[in-house]
């Protein structure tokens, strides 16, 4: 499968940022999606998790109540609306596919990748 992301930029603190990742080459709807991200000398975290249907979502700590995923199976795309974004949102984020349908914060449960997209958050 190839994701593609996309939306990412630089915003004020307390601004806000919707981004998209398209899928390709195998069978969107059958898998969960996560987002996550990696910020400057630190590991690589998870953000957010959708089941297959988008029925069932899972947030990280540090960003629920600002950020929601989202998933349109009709376009075999997922989305990551963020809000009220906060200094310590800046980081480059990353789509992933699961290897099944339900949500996953491991990332070992993820065995597709996209490229990364940008996101500053500027003070």
């Known amino acids: 499968v190839q994701l593609q992301a996309c939306g990412g930029g630089l915003v004020q603190a307390g601004g806000s940022l919707r981004l998209s990742c398209a899928a390709s080459g195998r069978t969107f709807s059958n898998y969960a999606m996560g987002w996550f991200r990696q910020a400057p000398g630190k590991e690589r975290e998870i953000v957010a998790g959708?089941?297959?249907?988008?029925?069932?979502?899972a947030y990280a700590e540090s960003v629920k109540g600002r950020f929601t995923i989202s998933r349109d199976n009709a376009k075999d795309t997922v989305y990551l609306q963020m809000s009220s974004l906060k200094l310590e949102d800046t980081a480059v984020y990353f789509c992933?596919?699961?290897?099944?349908?339900?949500?996953?914060?491991?990332?070992?449960?993820?065995?597709?990748w996209g490229q990364g997209t940008q996101v500053t958050v500027s003070s």
């Open positions: 992933a596919a699961a290897k099944f349908g339900w949500v996953s914060s491991s990332q070992s449960n993820y065995d597709a």
């Open positions: 959708i089941d297959w249907s988008g029925g069932n979502t």
